[in-house]
């Protein structure tokens, strides 16, 4: 089901507030100046440290690491844990929740040495050897560039401060983005396990009351074709917080309207979504997103025309992430939400099946019925209900 008066009213308020929007108030709501160390991580407690690593095509990304538990007790030989958020979102969505709910405090609490990436062109990641945000050629970037660059990047970062192969935690994209290039046996050699969080691979079935219409009325085409080549920019952010703000509109509403009906969370987590996000990404990304949605299938980039896939791919249609052909001993740990509306119940069964002959003490599979697709990162009960098991699993492996 669709409600296309919603999303035309969305994109109705994105265009007033575009044109109204002025320049000076767009870079006073970047806040994070201090970084998400200083101004997330530290007030609750725990030593956090900002990195940074440049990708082989020059994206410079900003990680935080939170070496210790709230003891502060120094374990030699802590096993490195990476954290990657997904779009619309940065390393902060896993920090809105009091530390006895967010899973990178209860992973330094256990033992854990818990590093948090973001993603290129998030408020943490702008920079770039040669290129600023404002260049055209900065946002020419899909998923696939995370695929190929980003995460290698990060995994072998990680890889190289700590002496230990990883395991890993993705969100939404963050899952897509690894299960794409454990598909080409990419990253497996610096891999411990793998837990995938609101998994989305195929997203066919995907049933948002905004990101369905949105895909269908080709809204990421037209933000091109009008010269936006970020998505959301900063007047966008401050519209949804004004939008949320204003008293008489519930912004879990909102939230519900995106990612489906959300069981447990509570509204200063919400208020402390709203602060840092949505966070901007290329308008390609969303293009390549809305493109798989369409076509059902786990694929590159399409550029619309055989002569111009043949160049880029040396033949006219896009490459296909076969999920098949993920190795079946490597270990991973799925939970998926039956009120999900981004990683569809219908779309995760897809995804599932081609994991059919996966080894079976090498694949975990959660199911939360009353779980939307924020609950696994926000939900005031996920450590209970999800982040214990993901630990038990990942103590196995
Ligand atoms: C920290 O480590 C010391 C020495 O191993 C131990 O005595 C102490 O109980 C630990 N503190 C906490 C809070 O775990
Ligand atoms: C990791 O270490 C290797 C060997 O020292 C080095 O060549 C590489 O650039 C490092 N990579 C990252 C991302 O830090
Ligand atoms: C919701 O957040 C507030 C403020 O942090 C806190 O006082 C309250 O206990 C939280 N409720 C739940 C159910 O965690």
Not at 4 to 15: D, E, G, I, Q, R
Not at 96 to 101: G, I, K, M, R, S
Not at 138 to 157: G, I, K, N, R, T
Request: glycine share 6%; aromatic share 8%.
């Amino acid at each position: 089901m669709s409600n296309p008066s919603t999303t035309l009213l969305l994109l109705a308020l994105l265009c007033v507030s575009a044109v109204a929007a002025t320049r000076t108030k767009l870079n006073s709501i970047n806040n994070l100046d201090d970084g998400i160390c200083k101004s997330m991580v530290e007030t609750q407690g725990y030593t956090c440290q900002e990195h940074k690593v440049t990708t082989a095509d020059g994206y410079i990304l900003g990680l935080q690491r939170i070496p210790n538990g709230r003891s502060g007790n120094e374990t030699a030989d802590k096993l490195p844990v990476l954290l990657q958020h997904g779009v619309f979102l940065d390393a902060s969505s896993w920090l809105l929740n009091p530390p006895d709910q967010a899973l990178p405090y209860i992973l330094a609490d256990n033992g854990f040495d818990v590093w948090l990436v973001n993603s290129r062109g998030t408020s943490s990641s702008r920079g770039h050897t040669s290129l600023s945000p404002k260049d055209p050629a900065y946002w020419d970037w899909s998923w696939d560039e995370l695929v190929a660059y980003d995460l290698p990047a990060s995994f072998q970062y990680v890889k190289n401060k700590t002496g230990h192969k990883l395991h890993y935690v993705g969100h939404s994209l963050g899952t897509l983005t690894a299960l794409a290039a454990f598909s080409e046996e990419k990253l497996l050699n610096l891999l411990r396990s793998a837990a995938l969080l609101s998994p989305v691979a195929y997203l066919g079935h995907i049933s948002s009351l905004i990101l369905r219409p949105a895909v269908d009325i080709f809204a990421a085409e037209k933000l091109k074709l009008l010269g936006w080549l970020e998505f959301p920019n900063g007047q966008i952010q401050q519209l949804v917080e004004f939008i949320c703000t204003t008293r008489g509109i519930d912004c879990s509403n909102l939230l519900a309207a995106i990612g489906g009906p959300n069981c447990c969370l509570n509204s200063s987590s919400i208020d402390a979504l709203v602060e840092h996000d949505p966070q901007p990404t290329a308008t390609k990304n969303l293009i390549h997103l809305s493109q798989i949605v369409r076509k059902g299938t786990v694929e590159m980039y399409d550029y619309g025309l055989e002569d111009t896939n043949i160049k880029h791919y040396k033949k006219p249609t896009p490459p296909v992430y076969n999920m098949a052909n993920i190795p079946k001993d490597v270990p991973l740990f799925f939970s998926y939400g039956g009120r999900d509306s981004i990683a569809d119940i219908n779309d995760v069964g897809i995804l599932l099946d081609k994991l059919r002959d996966h080894d079976r003490d090498k694949l975990v599979v959660q199911y939360r019925e009353e779980y939307a697709h924020v609950d696994f990162i926000m939900s005031v009960n996920a450590n209970q209900v999800v982040y214990g098991p993901l630990l038990a699993f990942f103590r196995l492996h």
